[in-house]
């Protein structure tokens, strides 16, 4: 699910990239500060610059709730491996490339701040492990693994701690650092975990319950509020909520439907076709219309959805693959999606296999989800 998720971002991304390469050239011609590119005191400025940006747009996303809407779907993963690092929001990017902005009025070239970005997004790719337990005396400088197993947790302790990307002395600085316990489990996910594996889904659901939430406040104070301060907050409580009882300390179950095994490798395949067609798609950006991209984007994001609610059992999804399959034959014959040739006759003839299969499970089952007994799932 999380290369489905990285999925996503691609797509979003490349639309926005240069929404925010314009505002930062725009304000780097208004520069206070000339500073030489080839200077190593340049280069140091922006690592430090970025890391301690990404502290303060990191703390944003957590502690106020807007921003947590987009954020949480990186914390909602039960499993902490390095696959959860590719569990990104869509959105964040909105709230995220304000804080760099103030580097282009100092005098950092561009060049130097989107290069420490990927190294900053890239050191943070390893920490996302419980393979590495501690690292001596690097914990009081770096970010580590031990720290952000800390900020991944859904324990009353473990909350809006350990913001840092490499430096952890940004959390050390500002009294947002937390030791790793090593008496103490960590539980892994959203305090109130979502029962979904439904990518687009996960990516969206907490902005209708931050809504929700706000159009419920009695006063225009408090409606603000809800947005702004942080998402445990309600009326009468201190910015960023009341503590969590320690019964959230407590292990749980975790969310793991089966599906049969063709099956999981029927949708493999699939996504696999879907990589692919994301990278045609990128690839020949610039001969597309706008509504051609539209249209490859929510193809894209159908089909992510849809594997996603099979998992779910979600009653209609079986059907809703069978028209999925439908749609992309008879789209790839009025315009080749995949570049043509044999690869493109292949997955033609492999969608009006899949498109037959699936019509006719849907007039027997509404949903494959295996039982945890094993036994038949009953319709729903």
């Known amino acids: 699910m999380k290369l489905r998720k990285k999925c996503q971002i691609i797509l979003i991304s490349s639309m926005t990239r240069g929404v925010e390469l314009v505002g930062y050239a725009w304000l780097y011609q208004r520069r206070l500060f000339d500073l030489d590119w080839n200077s190593s005191v340049t280069w140091w400025l922006a690592a430090l610059g970025v890391d301690l940006g990404y502290y303060c747009v990191h703390r944003l996303v957590h502690e106020v709730s807007i921003g947590w809407a987009a954020h949480q779907v990186h914390h909602s993963s039960e499993e902490y491996n390095l696959s959860t690092a590719l569990r990104q929001s869509v959105f964040q990017k909105f709230f995220a490339f304000g804080f760099y902005l103030p580097l282009a009025l100092i005098g950092v070239p561009l060049p130097a701040i989107l290069v420490h970005m990927q190294f900053n997004l890239l050191y943070q790719f390893w920490i996302h492990t419980e393979v590495v337990s501690t690292l001596g005396p690097l914990e009081l400088v770096l970010n580590t693994p031990s720290h952000h197993r800390v900020h991944h947790g859904a324990n009353p302790w473990c909350l809006d701690k350990n913001y840092a990307g490499v430096l952890i002395i940004w959390d050390r600085m500002f009294g947002t650092f937390e030791a790793e316990r090593p008496k103490e489990k960590i539980i892994y996910g959203l305090v109130d975990q979502p029962q979904t594996f439904n990518v687009p889904w996960l990516q969206v659901f907490y902005y209708r319950d931050t809504f929700v939430k706000a159009a419920k406040q009695l006063t225009w104070a408090d409606t603000i509020k809800s947005l702004f301060y942080g998402p445990g907050w309600c009326p009468g409580s201190p910015r960023l909520g009341f503590p969590l009882p320690d019964s959230h300390n407590e292990p749980r179950k975790k969310y793991n439907p089966s599906l049969p095994a063709i099956v999981e490798l029927y949708l493999f395949s699939h996504f696999l076709v879907t990589l692919y067609l994301q990278q ?101």
């Open 280 to 380: 045609v798609l990128l690839n020949n950006f610039n001969s597309h219309s706008c509504a051609s991209v539209l249209l490859h984007i929510l193809y894209m994001l159908v089909t992510l959805g849809n594997f996603g609610a099979l998992y779910d059992g979600w009653r209609g999804a079986v059907l809703l693959e069978a028209l999925r399959c439908v749609a992309f034959l008879f789209w790839s014959v009025q315009s080749p999606l995949l570049g043509g040739g044999a690869l493109e006759t292949s997955v033609r003839y492999y969608s009006a296999f899949s498109a037959v299969v699936w019509a006719g499970l849907a007039l027997f089952r509404d949903s494959l989800v295996i039982p945890p007994s094993g036994g038949k799932k009953k319709k729903q």
